[in-house]
């Protein structure tokens, strides 16, 4: 396990009840999670190629995250030779502590973000604002969930939860605008406020989505430029990224511009595409004096070292699995209480925040949807039958709630009787004979024990049936 | 002439018992000699869905020892099947002689509708059902077996049937074994949302592979005191 930060949000349970009972948020979340689908199989349907590039990205993957010792090392030196100052932080700490230690030396006081999960992943908001620092997320969606103080409900769509209606009287309180839903005017209205606020900044922060070890190129991919804004214009630059964004060569990029905007946000590409190969050289006019770059493990090894779950650290962080997942669909990406929501935040949320999210890997009804749209193809429902069974064995034991533990007997109970093919079939029959007066056109309105939460929950349980017919042995 | 042991599942035994009589029926009808699979009653998926793979071992085990290479068995469930065919292999990682029965005995196992189309090269089954049908493809079925086009086929070839689209069929009924009664509330959700599109669409009848999909849905419209039924692809295609 890699360091327990342990998350003070509620449990998933009580978290994802509030979820599927505001029809409200579920209206928002199949509107545009719906779109974003429609979008994806059309960008799909017009590319041919996308299933090769899927392969070879996958390949690429594979062979990366198989060698990312020696990958690392190599990008190291290359980002050192470009003139970069690289640190490797085992955890979130050691991540937060240098970045706030580079912010002093600098005598930074004003700092812009470009989108980045991984600095949302070691909480550095937070840890910035303490040391007295300003601090300004510039992805609009970021921006919005910043005023709101709270944490993106999505990958790449942090205010996916948000109508343009919650957008507009957001702004009308925070920024002192007149009330308006037309997203153009919205829009504008962040841009005003942030284009100053760039040009005050004296440091950027942003993520990363490939680092290229051959070359020491960092590539970041973005729709707003701002991305761009934050990595060029404060004398001070730091790109965060998590070790598994390195790949080997820059030959290898567009297999993944290939498919990662068509996945992602059903794009062909998208706006911006950053190359991005260290600090102002002498003679140059733009670009930071000084850039730094974060390689942050927190967890990533121990994930490197299961051979199952290895296969997460293939994530290209483009949250089509978010999109496309019926549990997220009906609960949003705040009833994870982990920085990474969805199918992909259940299979790396334990390793990265312990106990706290030890239930994630329960939230599926592994349906495999996740899978299908994934550009490499995680298999992510094995991943989550493989947590299930390893976070089983954890100590301390996972909390469930007591109609969860009572389930989670009852199968155990099960599965000791199913080895007897006929007590199990006189079982059946006694049940048949019981229920019978309960039952009304062969259902049962109500169910004890474990399956009380079947009855409970809008559905009629099947009464359960004997016949002696040949086949039913 | 052919012959086929059939594993009636254990929610088909407990709950649709016509399930697997009806598969049983079409089976016999295409002169094949259908024998039941007695001596196991659970592949050991729930089990082993909710991280408790010992117990999921020993039905296992005991699912294994009940096949023999050589003697298909036709299992009325995608994902019964997909538990046999694919989960096995990690279920069954840390015991070599058991992986090796299940590697053997994996070419002979079938979900019905693959037995049908692909084995026994059939697609009309002479079965008449006159009902406007919406096909719900199941999770497993879909995205683990791969199979897709099947049920579709053979539900082509019923007399009186018409099949019609609904939104977004391939979206999970909110099943998922343990996970409609640990998390309910999000089980209930999702059949929720289903049952909206499946009204939009004007099916008489909802059609699929699975039981758990069925007891699901089922569930639920009969909740709702709605008009449509369900069925499994077994009865549709036993129906004359």
């Known amino acids: 396990m890699a360091a327990a930060k342990p998350d003070p949000a509620p449990d998933f349970f009580a978290t994802s009840r509030a979820g599927v009972a505001d029809a409200e948020l579920r209206r928002k979340l199949e509107n545009s999670t719906g779109r974003h689908l429609d979008h994806v199989a059309q960008m799909r349907a017009e590319f041919p190629p996308y299933d090769a590039e899927r392969d070879a990205a996958r390949a690429i993957k594979e062979d990366a995250i198989g060698r990312l010792d020696q990958l690392l090392i190599e990008l190291k030196h290359q980002l050192e030779a470009n003139g970069c100052t690289v640190f490797i932080a085992a955890d979130a700490a050691e991540a937060r502590d240098y970045i706030l230690k580079v912010a002093r030396q600098a005598g930074a006081r004003r700092v812009v973000k470009g989108k980045s999960m991984a600095t949302e992943e070691i909480a550095l908001n937070p840890a910035l604002e303490a040391a007295g620092l300003e601090v300004v997320e510039t992805d609009l969606g970021e921006y919005i969930v910043q005023l709101r103080r709270e944490r993106p409900s999505h990958i790449i769509t942090p205010a996916i939860h948000l109508s343009k209606e919650d957008i507009g009287q957001l702004f009308a309180d925070k920024l002192g605008i007149p009330y308006s839903a037309e997203p153009a005017t919205l829009t504008a209205a962040a841009r005003d406020r942030l284009r100053g606020i760039f040009l005050a900044a004296d440091m950027g922060i942003t993520g990363v989505n490939f680092a290229v070890a051959e070359t020491g190129t960092l590539v970041l991919v973005e729709n707003e430029g701002n991305g761009r804004l934050s990595s060029t214009l404060p004398e001070t630059f730091i790109a965060v990224m998590g070790i598994e964004k390195v790949i080997p060569r820059l030959a290898d990029v567009p297999h993944f511009l290939e498919i990662l905007a068509r996945t992602g946000t059903g794009q062909k590409l998208t706006t911006y595409t950053n190359f991005i190969s260290g600090p102002r050289r002498k003679g140059e006019a733009d670009g930071p004096g000084a850039m730094h770059v974060v390689m942050l493990d927190n967890g990533r090894s121990t994930m490197l070292a299961d051979p199952v779950l290895r296969e997460a650290l293939y994530c290209l962080r483009c949250g089509a699995c978010l999109n496309v997942c019926p549990v997220y669909r009906r609960i949003g990406g705040h009833a994870y209480n982990s920085v990474y929501p969805g199918p992909i935040g259940s299979i790396v949320s334990p390793n990265l925040f312990g106990s706290a999210a030890a239930q994630l890997p329960f939230a599926s009804t592994l349906c495999g949807a996740c899978r299908d749209i994934c550009p490499v193809k995680i298999d992510i429902p094995r991943i989550l039958l493989h947590l299930r069974w390893k976070e089983g064995q954890a100590t301390p034991p996972i909390k469930w709630p007591a109609d969860a533990r009572r389930a989670r007997a009852g199968v155990a109970r099960f599965a000791r009787m199913a080895r007897h093919p006929r007590t199990m079939r006189l079982l059946t029959r006694a049940a048949a004979i019981f229920a019978r007066p309960f039952a009304h056109d062969g259902y049962l309105k109500r169910m004890p024990g474990a399956f009380r939460n079947w009855t409970r929950w809008g559905r009629d349980f099947p009464a359960p049936r004997f016949r002696r017919r040949k086949h039913v042995p | ?240």
Not at chain 2, 109 to 138: C, W
Not at chain 2, 152 to 160: D, F, I, P, S, T
Not at chain 2, 169 to 183: D, R, Y
Not at chain 2, 195 to 216: F, H, P, S, T, Y
């Open chain 2, 1 to 240: 002439m052919t012959e086929v042991r059939l594993f009636a599942t254990c929610l088909a035994e407990q709950f649709f018992p016509s399930v697997v009589d009806a598969a049983a029926l079409v089976l016999e009808r295409m002169k094949i000699k259908v024998r039941p699979l007695k001596s196991a009653f659970c592949c050991g998926q729930a089990p082993f869905n909710e991280g408790l793979r010992e117990p999921a071992l020993e039905l296992a085990r005991r699912f294994l020892n009940s096949c023999e290479p050589g003697t298909p068995v036709v299992i009325p469930s995608g994902s019964c099947t997909s538990m046999v065919k694919i989960f096995y292999s990690d279920l069954l990682a840390e015991e070599p002689a058991l992986a090796a029965r299940a590697a053997a005995i994996r070419p002979w196992l079938f979900e019905f509708s693959q037995f049908i189309v692909n084995v026994m090269r059939v697609k009309y089954v002479g079965a008449r059902f006159d009902r406007t049908v919406a096909y719900h493809p199941a999770c497993h079925l879909t995205r683990e077996l791969g199979v897709v086009d099947e049920p579709r086929v053979l539900l082509g070839q019923v007399e009186g049937l018409r099949l019609v689209d609904f939104r977004n069929p391939e979206e999970c009924c909110g099943f998922g074994g343990l996970f409609s009664v640990k998390l309910p509330h999000i089980s209930a959700a999702m059949v929720e949302d289903k049952i909206v599109r499946l009204k939009e669409c004007g099916a008489q009848a909802v059609v699929a592979n699975d039981c758990g999909c069925l007891m699901q849905i089922g569930g639920a419209i009969h909740r709702q005191g709605l008009a449509i039924e369900t069925f499994h692809l077994a009865e549709v295609l036993a129906a004359r």
